[in-house]
């Protein structure tokens, strides 16, 4: 996981490359005043190593940062076929191509140095990802995100001056920063100060819900064996990139509200780890707020209380894994004090709803708080997560139709509502919790967003499978043994934490404009 910064634009200094190595303090003076103001956003992400390269002669500057996961390590931004192209690359690769040894970032750079096209590389690109080409010859910079929109990215061209910017976060700005549409190249002209026309890597067909109805179930039973598969290989090629080092001496952590989705992956995770004979710790990390509109304690919040009884029935599913509950409080005053920067981190996103999702999800992946101790005596003893990659159970609920709304809808009508979600997962909800969780200088993956279970998903899966998600209930009872987790309801993040509706203004909604 990485952090992106690109500026093309007027820059004066002659040729410069500056390295940030790790823990070192980043102060960057590029000559750009924008540049020098995104470049600690983005060093956040990426706290092993960053750098600063710039470019008089084609006016550009590129600011990017590494969080160092796979070997060997390779220090961005890299510099590929004699200098025609400089690769900025965010995220992970699961291509089997690269194997589970192999570094992603590099493997585009050898398929670039291989005189393959910038469309091609892209096209075949699986993964969670965002990046910049900048092609010095053609004079274009090609810049987007992975065809389900899993990292951040956000550019605008500056009204006064033609300048293009691309950066991965922001912060609130006077520029008109707006977030990149998944799975569009976007091509800018660095002649003409214009972006030219964008490519889709989108296969639309893999959007499609199918409309087929199974009244009598009759295929449930190899549904069921189809989604365990196809969910088993996604966990499984988001372990297996974890480079071994990671794996040998650094938990997994999983973002836990103790409910049915992300209860799957840890369980998923958990049968992954015995077939690779590991003891990895898997962290489960959970957030509760004081609230003082309901004098409701962390320690009382439905998702609290509801995590509590989920960790105990996955350890007696999997005794033999080293799992822990770290128990994330958070009191009023730190809400306070913590608001300012998640609203900042979210930009452009600034409802009151988007606010208390973020905030859930800052904490949760800042992870400090309390583990109870082992030794019987229900001690808490204070804990500070030690993962650097989490786990995420977002996506189910669109895929497996899992919102309240969907209850009643006629078969047109849900396969409409699935398919727009699913569409648009990357502007509800993806561009705006990893800003917020990768600010943490951890990286988030998605075993639900998996290209191939989205698409066994949408076009394969019958849609009556597909209320109140029949069908990964059943999966999770009849494949993974989560008894009374299965029939959990859902519950969103911000009423689960409690933190939503901090105060007794009961004129707020969640569409409201944050003040």
């Known amino acids: ?156 061209v500056d009204s006064e001056t033609d300048a293009l910017y691309v950066a991965s976060v922001t912060g609130i700005t006077p520029l008109q920063y707006v977030n990149c549409i998944a799975g569009t190249v976007y091509i800018y002209d660095m002649e003409s100060h214009t972006q030219d026309d964008s490519i889709t890597l989108v296969n639309e067909s893999d959007r499609e819900v199918t409309p087929q109805e199974d009244p009598e179930m009759t295929q449930l039973p190899q549904t069921i064996g189809r989604l365990y598969s196809s969910l088993t290989n996604a966990v499984s090629r988001r372990i297996t990139t974890i480079h071994p080092k990671h794996i040998e001496n650094s938990p997994i952590s999983v973002l836990f509200s103790g409910g049915l989705d992300c209860s799957v992956i840890v369980a998923l995770i958990c049968q992954q780890l015995a077939q690779l004979s590991t003891n990895t710790v898997v962290e489960l990390l959970n957030v509760g707020f004081e609230n003082p509109r309901t004098k409701m304690q962390p320690g009382d919040t439905p998702d609290r209380k509801l995590a509590l009884q989920s960790y105990k029935t996955l350890h007696e599913l999997f005794p033999e894994v080293d799992m822990r509950l770290v128990e994330v409080d958070v009191p009023y005053k730190q809400y306070l004090e913590t608001r300012p920067k998640v609203i900042d981190l979210m930009y452009p996103k600034n409802t009151e709803m988007d606010l208390s999702i973020a905030i859930a999800f800052y904490f949760a992946a800042r992870g400090v708080g309390y583990i109870t101790a082992t030794d019987n005596s229900e001690e808490r003893k204070p804990y500070i997560r030690k993962g650097i990659v989490l786990f995420s159970g977002l996506g189910a609920d669109e895929l497996y139709g899992g919102y309240h709304k969907f209850a009643n809808k006629t078969t047109p009508e849900l396969v409409a509502e699935l398919k727009r979600q699913i569409s648009n997962i990357h502007d509800r909800n993806l561009n705006r919790d990893d800003k917020v969780i990768a600010a943490n200088g951890v990286e988030v993956r998605y075993p639900f967003l998996d290209e191939e279970v989205i698409r066994m998903s949408t076009t394969t899966i019958p849609i009556s499978y597909k209320t109140n998600k029949l069908v990964l209930r059943r999966m999770a009872s009849e494949k993974l043994g989560l008894g009374p987790i299965a029939d959990e309801p ?3 993040i911000q009423f689960g934490s409690r933190s939503a509706k901090m105060t007794k203004d009961g004129n707020k909604n969640g569409t409201d404009i944050l003040k």
């Open 1 to 156: 996981m990485c952090g992106i910064l690109l500026y093309c634009g007027a820059v004066s200094g002659g040729e410069r490359y500056v390295e940030f190595g790790e823990g070192a303090a980043v102060e960057v003076s590029s000559g750009v005043p924008e540049v020098d103001r995104v470049a600690p956003y983005i060093a956040a992400r990426g706290p092993n190593f960053s750098s600063l390269r710039s470019s008089q002669d084609n006016d550009l500057c590129w600011f990017s940062s590494v969080l160092s996961l796979r070997q060997p390590f390779v220090k961005q931004s890299v510099i590929v076929a004699d200098g025609r192209y400089v690769l900025q690359f965010n995220g992970e690769l699961y291509n089997s191509e690269i194997g589970n040894s192999g570094n992603d970032t590099q493997f585009i750079a050898d398929a670039l140095e291989n005189n393959e096209s910038v469309e091609s590389v892209l096209r075949r690109l699986d993964g969670e990802f965002a990046y910049t080409i900048t092609d010095t010859i053609q004079k274009r910079v090609y810049f987007g995100r992975d065809a389900v929109g899993k990292r951040s990215l956000s550019y605008c």
């Open 490 to 492: 859902k519950r969103a």
